[in-house]
């Protein structure tokens, strides 16, 4: 995936995508959940998903010169 503005390398985006995995891992009330279910139960988009959402707004921004 190519994002339109890659303001972190890809290791920086892989160490805080870890973060957010550790952290949701050790929430007590989803312990032993995978980490996509942990994301839904805590209606949390993933950061993939989050930085998509933020490329799209940029580019509409663009287009429509706002």
Do not use: W
């Not at 952290?23 to 839904?40: I, N, P, S």
């Amino acid at each position: 995936m190519i994002t339109v503005h890659g303001s972190q390398p890809a290791g920086g985006i892989d160490y805080i995508e870890q973060v957010q995995r550790r952290f949701t891992k050790h929430l007590r009330c989803l312990d032993g959940v995978a980490y996509t279910d942990r994301l839904q139960r805590l209606n949390l988009p993933s950061l993939e998903l989050r930085r998509l959402h933020l490329d799209l707004v940029f580019c509409y921004k663009i287009v429509f010169g706002i």
